[in-house]
């Protein structure tokens, strides 16, 4: 059996996501209410009795802090990747979206056009992005063939590799949604990729703060 299926999950919120802030490659923490998503994720996972064979997550504290979540429940180690990374935002990197458009302006416009060749100034193309995510996914598939595997990641990598999958071209805007510290599914069977139940945060419709010890 082939058939290799992908649990892709989004890193819990960290205080730049409420700020719009362009996360990339910077090492951000998760915020508290990050922390109680990454909780309840972990403990959605325990309720359903989610089977997997290995977790891996990007090395990016927000996205291994959201792993460990996991790794505490379910007494499994997470493999760190460095192909799961967010995208280097460049000379965007740290800034919002209000404060972009004034200090890198041409920069900006590129980003917003999704110019796959430009990288924003010493960070990374869209081109170069796309390269290394279907990389990385490739060769953690051949590694865990007909196995299913839970990858902690960012907002960008998952949305890439969603475009990868449905074949979408990498200059057309976003059309998936990424919400954080949701549960995303991906199946190949051999021959390609499918995409299966997407931005599912149906686990953190009743999170409380105020229940969870953080």
């Known amino acids: 059996m082939n058939t290799t299926r992908f649990c892709l999950i989004r890193h819990g919120e960290t205080a730049w996501n409420v700020e719009r802030r362009l996360q990339g490659m910077t ?14 994720l972990a403990q959605a996972m325990k309720i359903s009795d989610l089977q997997f064979h290995a977790l891996y997550t990007s090395d990016l504290q927000r996205a291994a802090d959201t792993a460990n ?5 379910f007494n499994e180690d997470a ?3 460095q192909g799961l990374r967010e995208r280097h935002f460049g000379a965007l990197q740290g ?3 209000v404060e972009a458009p004034d200090q890198q302006p ?17 960070g990374e193309s869209i081109s ?3 390269k290394r995510v279907q990389d ?8 865990n063939l007909g196995k299913t595997i839970l990858l902690v990641s960012h907002g960008g990598v998952l949305d890439m590799a969603h475009r990868l999958a449905r074949r979408e071209a990498l200059n057309a805007k976003r059309a998936a949604s990424v919400p954080n510290a949701s549960f995303n599914w991906l199946i190949h069977d051999g021959s390609g990729w499918e995409v299966g139940q997407w931005a599912d945060t149906r686990h953190l419709e009743h999170v409380s703060l105020e229940n969870i010890d953080l």
Do not use: C, M, S, Y
């Open 27 to 40: 090492n951000t923490p998760l915020n508290i209410r990050g922390k109680a998503q990454a909780l309840q």
């Open 69 to 73: 979540a996991i790794v505490n429940l």
């Open 79 to 81: 493999i760190p990747h």
């Open 95 to 97: 800034l919002t979206v």
């Open 106 to 122: 041409q920069v900006w416009e590129a980003h917003l056009a999704r110019d796959i060749d430009h990288d924003l100034n010493g």
């Open 128 to 130: 170069q992005f796309a």
């Open 136 to 143: 990385t996914l490739e060769q953690i598939r051949q590694a």
